[in-house]
């Protein structure tokens, strides 16, 4: 059975930064590709970043490129999202998945199919 469990969420000023964490267990989490996704009231879930199961490959998407940064230590089961210069647009729900596959090779188009509880990230502007 996949656990996720997400960590780090809180109130943040806008330009201010937040550091994400998702634990896993119950598969080896080293064979699958690992994303951090979010929902804003009223919007649909979107994912914003993806890492392949080597941490070789990373995916962001357009409004967090060149600020946000994925990365997974493998021997900790753990993957992180280092969000940096924060704005009110990046209040959401983050939520970490895991692929379903193992050894995908593009972690933006991942069969994501494991999701944790969530945790709030709030900026206010």
């Known amino acids: 059975q996949v656990q996720l469990v997400e960590s780090g969420g809180g109130l943040v000023q806008a330009g201010g930064s937040l550091r994400l964490s998702c634990a896993a267990s119950g598969r080896t989490f080293s064979s699958f590709s690992m994303g951090w996704f979010r929902q804003a009231p009223g919007k649909r879930r979107e994912l914003v970043a993806g890492?392949?199961?080597?941490?070789?490959?990373?995916y962001y998407s357009d409004p967090v490129q060149g600020r946000f940064t994925i990365s997974r230590d493998n021997a900790k089961n753990t993957v992180y999202l280092q969000m940096n210069s924060l704005k009110a647009d990046d209040t959401a729900v983050y939520y970490c998945?895991?692929?379903?596959?193992?050894?995908?090779?593009?972690?933006?188009?991942?069969?994501?199919?494991?999701w944790g509880q969530g945790t709030q990230v709030t900026v206010s502007s």
């Open positions: 998945a895991q692929d379903r596959l193992k050894y995908g090779l593009n972690p933006g188009r991942g069969e994501y199919e494991y």
């Open positions: 890492i392949s199961w080597s941490g070789g490959l990373t």
